[in-house]
T-cell receptor, first 115, second 108 residues
Framework: SAVISQKPSRDICQRGTSLTIQCQVD?????MFWYRQQPGQSLTLIAT?????????ESGFVIDKFPISRPNLTFSTLTVSNMSPEDSSIYLC????????????FGSGTRLTVV | QKEVEQNSGPLSVPEGAIASLNCTYS??????FFWYRQYSGKSPELIMS????GDKEDGRFTAQLNKASQYVSLLIRDSQPSDSATYLC????????FGQGTELSVKP
């Protein structure tokens, strides 16, 4: 299955600043997915990133707050902009495995704390 | 109604017992169903996938799917303390939607 390298693994940021999270996949994938996991909660899909087109955002998430780049088929970034303490969460990227039945693979996550 | 709903936890079972985790979903067009295990501080890891009605067994794990009832379950036989984790049900129609998770605790 695909291997995803995600960084940073954690960060503590000041409110009002921005953080960019990177995900590198060891194979070419059409779509990459960004999720948020708030403390004690399950995973919520933020957006789907396709190479060569704008990301598709889920209800409640907007591009100005979570801009996404997808410059090629192995890499994507998610920026959390103008952060507030409510943005403190774990952010995960994910890809659908090319092998049927292998489901979705996740990066190791970025634990963000906004102070 | 939530799109994917799991039985609320935490669920506590003694070592060696069967743990039963349940999940219902609202989208009848859903095609793929997954169970993920998430240890505290770690990212989710896939333990089972199921696509057609019936049972699918893999070692100590059995997934059961009933599309007519919009129900998917996971049985863990001979539960071990190392099985203690949060189990996430995920359902894919167009996108992958997660349930809220059930925390399982296996007591030695």
């Amino acid at each position: 299955s695909a291997v995803i390298s995600q960084k940073p693994s954690r960060d503590i940021c000041q409110r009002g600043t921005s953080l960019t999270i990177q995900c590198q996949v060891d194979s070419q994938v059409t779509m990459m997915f960004w999720y948020r996991q708030q403390p004690g909660q399950s995973l919520t899909l933020i957006a789907t990133a396709n190479q060569g087109s704008e990301a598709t955002y889920e209800s409640g998430f907007v591009i100005d707050k979570f801009p996404i780049s997808r410059p090629n088929l192995t890499f994507s970034t998610l920026t959390v902009s103008n952060m507030s303490p409510e943005d403190s969460s774990i952010y995960l990227c994910s890809v659908e495995d090319s092998v049927a039945g292998n489901g979705y693979t996740f990066g190791s996550g970025t634990r963000l704390t906004v102070v | 109604q939530k799109e994917v709903e799991q039985n609320s936890g935490p669920l506590s079972v003694p070592e060696g017992a069967i743990a039963s985790l349940n999940c219902t979903y609202s989208d009848r067009g859903s095609q793929s169903f997954f169970w993920y295990r998430q240890y505290s501080g770690k990212s989710p890891e896939l333990i089972m996938s199921i696509y057609s009605n019936g049972d699918k067994e893999d070692g100590r794990f059995t997934a059961q799917l009933n599309k007519a009832s919009q129900y998917v379950s996971l049985l863990i036989r001979d539960s071990q303390p190392s099985d203690s984790a949060t189990y996430l049900c995920a359902v894919q129609g167009g996108k992958l939607i997660f349930g809220q998770g059930t925390e399982l605790s296996v007591k030695p």
